[in-house]
């Protein structure tokens, strides 16, 4: 998609069992992501606020945009995604319009997902000065602004005219149900009927758009984005422990032609790993294997394996991404 135009509806869907470990992690995606955007109405009844901000922070590559793909592949819902590189503009007041674009289009296309990769790079903390620290701090005030009213602006004509067609499909709908059922309704009641169910109904609509942000540098953000009611729901996403490295190698080796895998010993050798890593060590053990093959002059497809000296070697070239160190900032 063109720079300016609008943000991406994003299509390649992930599935939860390509995601290795995190158990506690999903667990909290599904309650803060999927519950407010699937069963809207069920937290209502209890009293739950629905959330309408996620912030997941953690280490690079331990799978923050893969989680959040994830959520919305298992929800159906829209997602959309946008990076700093497509949101800053050289022109005057595009940056801003490229994010109201996005809301708007999350709103009319919701429920969605509207996504931030690396969003510390849109509202990072507010400096002193610099062109680029007040076209920040404009985005910034463009992005509270449209939180804000995420479940409020029914009265604004731009973004809600979907919705408001939604709204009166709904509407004709329950009519019909009310005439189908023979209930007795009187001018004034079906009004009032109706006045409650619109409001009902759009305040659902509008506020099944969760906007969901994702950092490594948590530290970065301006302390406004994070208030209650804008991205106030924190979900850390450590770096795989044993088990989840363990995970991790298990559906990338059944990817694989492999024979003689010792999972526990690679699992064991990859500490500070992040899932990235992982994905790369394999990559790289099935390159090897591919390049041995190819040397002796016997490369062929029906008989070619990766196997456990293939990883050994791998781990020659891979390192670990994180350290002791950089986790400590989490
Ligand atoms: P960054 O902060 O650098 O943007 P990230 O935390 O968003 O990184 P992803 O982009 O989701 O990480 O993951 C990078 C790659 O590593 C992806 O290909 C993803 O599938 C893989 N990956 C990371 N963690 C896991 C995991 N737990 N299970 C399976 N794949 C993983």
């Known amino acids: 998609l063109k720079k300016g135009l609008s943000c991406n509806v994003d299509l390649k869907g992930v599935l939860w069992d390509e995601i290795g470990g995190l158990e506690n992690v999903k667990t909290e995606i599904h309650q803060a992501i999927e519950w407010p955007l699937l069963h809207p109405e069920s937290l209502r009844r209890m009293d739950l606020a629905a959330t309408k901000g996620v912030l997941l922070y953690g280490p690079p590559g331990c799978c923050k945009t893969t989680l959040v793909r994830a959520a919305a592949t298992s929800s159906h819902v829209t997602f959309l995604s946008l990076s700093g590189a497509q949101v800053y503009s050289p022109y005057v007041g595009e940056s801003e319009r490229i994010i109201s674009e996005a809301f708007q289009k999350a709103r009319a296309l919701s429920p969605s997902i509207l996504f ?87 305040d659902i609509d509008m506020s099944r758009v969760i906007v969901i942000g994702a950092t490594n540098r948590p530290d970065m953000l301006d302390a406004a984005i994070l208030r209650p009611g804008r991205l106030d729901r924190h979900i850390y996403v450590p770096p795989p422990d044993i088990e989840g490295r363990k995970s991790i190698l298990n559906i990338q080796v059944s990817k694989m032609a492999a024979r003689d895998i010792d999972i526990d010993c690679i699992s064991n050798l990859t500490e500070c790993f992040s899932g990235a890593d992982i994905k790369n060590l394999c990559r790289e053990a099935g390159l090897t294997a591919v390049r041995e093959s190819s040397a002796s002059g016997k490369l062929n497809a029906d008989t070619l394996v990766v196997r456990q000296h293939h990883f050994v070697t791998a781990l020659n070239t891979v390192k670990p991404s994180l350290s002791q160190n950089v986790l400590k900032q989490y």
């Open 116 to 202: 931030f990769d690396e969003i510390d790079s849109l509202v990072g903390k507010r400096s002193s000065g610099g062109g680029q620290s007040r076209v920040q701090e404009r985005i910034l005030a463009t992005m509270l602004n449209e939180m804000d009213g995420i479940g409020t602006r029914l009265d604004q004509k731009t973004d809600v005219s979907r919705g408001q067609g939604k709204m009166k499909e709904h509407l004709s709908a329950s009519a019909k149900e009310d005439g189908d059922q023979g209930q007795p309704s009187t001018i004034g009641s079906t009004n009032q009927y109706q006045a409650c169910e619109r409001n009902r109904l759009s």
